[in-house]
């Protein structure tokens, strides 16, 4: 079974395929996975980047004679000419390129699609042949449901990883698809013959991220520890990062601390929370865990927001205002 399997397909049975979506590390392992099947094995494969090669050399791809070639797969990159605005410089190749698209049935070669965009003109010609003809799959997902596909993928590939584990590493990961996918497969390469992924692996050899990093200063400030929490901040702050850097995320932070709030003193589930506010569950578990009065969150929000401004009006300057609004909390 190929990964592809995991998304909804129009066309399963069509070797042809489009993958749509944002994220193109996610889409590459997609595709390299797809490639990789059995009855491919003997094909020759070509890759067609059309931002660096050109269309010209993607239509003289596709209608190569097979007698003078073997049957192979076309992967096509960065296939532009789908997005709504493309320079009008191209609009003679991209009507070429229409004709030969329409008669995509016809050629002996496979050809796969990678479009690493969030949408496509689905109104152009070429695109609504090609939703038509091909097997499209679309990989765009909604920051609570990368878990899923996460371990999905484990599964498929015959790795096992904790609930608990893989709510860590989707945090380290920022919710984010592709570095999570990243991190996922940092780990396979150092398991153990078991193939057991642990919160241990996780902690040892995949970094916090700088936002997992900051709610962590937010808890020790919260719980009065305000040594640790000007630690962690001094030790940013010598990495590089600006106050304002570190303000924005301190803000978006204390924000989703009093939304999670919000809908609690609702009576609202965490799974109600987490599908309102379409985040990792396990971000929400921690939120809702926070003992933190509403009030409270709503004035620091408010201080925030106002110590940002001042920043960026120049009316502060310097790290020593951000400390200050720590040891506030």
Same mark, same amino acid.
């Given at each position: 079974?190929?990964?592809?399997?995991?998304? =909804?397909?129009?066309?399963?049975?069509?070797?042809?395929?489009?993958?749509?979506?944002?994220?193109? +590390?996610?889409?590459? $392992?997609?595709?390299?996975?797809?490639?990789?099947?059995?009855?491919?094995?003997?094909?020759?494969?070509?890759?067609?980047?059309?931002?660096?090669?050109? &269309?010209?050399?993607?239509?003289?791809? !596709?209608?190569?004679?097979?007698?003078?070639?073997?049957? =192979?797969?076309?992967?096509?990159?960065?296939?532009?000419?789908?997005?709504?605005?493309?320079?009008?410089?191209?609009?003679?190749?991209?009507?070429?390129?229409?004709?030969?698209?329409?008669?995509?049935?016809?050629?002996?070669?496979?050809?796969?699609?990678?479009?690493?965009?969030?949408?496509?003109?689905?109104?152009? =010609?070429?695109?609504?042949?090609?939703?038509?003809?091909?097997?499209?799959?679309?990989?765009?997902?909604?920051?609570? *449901?990368?878990?899923?596909?996460?371990?999905?993928?484990?599964?498929?590939?015959? $790795?096992?990883?904790?609930?608990?584990?893989?709510?860590?590493?989707?945090?380290?990961?920022?919710?984010?698809?592709?570095?999570?996918?990243?991190?996922?497969?940092?780990?396979?390469?150092?398991?153990?013959?078991?193939?057991?992924?642990?919160?241990? &692996?996780?902690?040892?050899?995949?970094?916090?991220?700088?936002?997992?990093?900051? +709610?962590?200063?937010?808890?020790?400030?919260?719980?009065?520890?305000?040594?640790?929490?000007?630690?962690?901040?001094?030790?940013?702050?010598?990495?590089?990062?600006?106050?304002?850097?570190?303000?924005?995320?301190?803000?978006?932070?204390?924000?989703?601390?009093?939304?999670?709030?919000?809908?609690?003193?609702?009576?609202?589930?965490?799974?109600?929370?987490?599908? *309102?506010?379409?985040?990792?569950?396990?971000?929400?578990?921690?939120?809702?865990?926070? =003992?933190?009065?509403?009030?409270?969150?709503?004035?620091?929000?408010?201080?925030?927001?106002? !110590?940002?401004?001042?920043?960026?009006?120049?009316?502060?300057?310097?790290?020593? +205002?951000?400390?200050?609004?720590? &040891?506030?909390?």
């Amino acid at each position: 079974m190929t990964l592809i399997s995991l998304f =909804k397909q129009t066309n399963p049975k069509n070797a042809n395929l489009l993958i749509q979506g944002p994220d193109s +590390f996610f889409n590459d $392992y997609l595709v390299r996975n797809y490639l990789n099947q059995k009855k491919f094995t003997d094909l020759d494969q070509v890759i067609v980047d059309c931002l660096e090669d050109g &269309l010209d050399e993607l239509m003289a791809t !596709l209608t190569e004679s097979s007698l003078f070639s073997s049957k =192979k797969i076309v992967v096509v990159k960065n296939p532009f000419f789908l997005m709504a605005k493309v320079p009008q410089k191209y609009k003679k190749q991209i009507e070429k390129l229409t004709k030969i698209i329409e008669h995509l049935d016809d050629l002996e070669d496979i050809v796969a699609f990678v479009a690493n965009y969030e949408k496509i003109d689905r109104r152009k =010609k070429i695109s609504k042949f090609l939703l038509e003809h091909v097997n499209v799959v679309e990989t765009a997902l909604k920051p609570y *449901e990368v878990s899923g596909v996460i371990k999905a993928i484990s599964k498929e590939e015959g $790795y096992q990883i904790t609930n608990m584990a893989l709510q860590i590493l989707i945090q380290r990961s920022d919710q984010v698809l592709d570095a999570a996918l990243s991190n996922y497969l940092k780990l396979k390469n150092i398991v153990g013959e078991d193939k057991r992924i642990t919160e241990t &692996l996780i902690n040892e050899n995949i970094d916090r991220s700088l936002s997992e990093n900051i +709610f962590e200063i937010l808890t020790a400030a919260f719980n009065k520890n305000y040594q640790e929490a000007t630690q962690r901040l001094d030790d940013h702050l010598r990495e590089g990062a600006s106050a304002i850097q570190l303000l924005a995320i301190f803000e978006s932070q204390i924000e989703f601390l009093t939304c999670v709030k919000v809908l609690q003193n609702r009576r609202w589930s965490k799974d109600q929370i987490t599908k *309102e506010l379409k985040v990792n569950p396990y971000r929400v578990k921690l939120a809702m865990e926070n =003992k933190v009065s509403l009030n409270k969150l709503a004035s620091l929000l408010k201080q925030a927001i106002e !110590l940002d401004f001042g920043y960026k009006n120049g009316t502060y300057r310097g790290d020593e +205002f951000l400390k200050l609004f720590l &040891l506030k909390i």
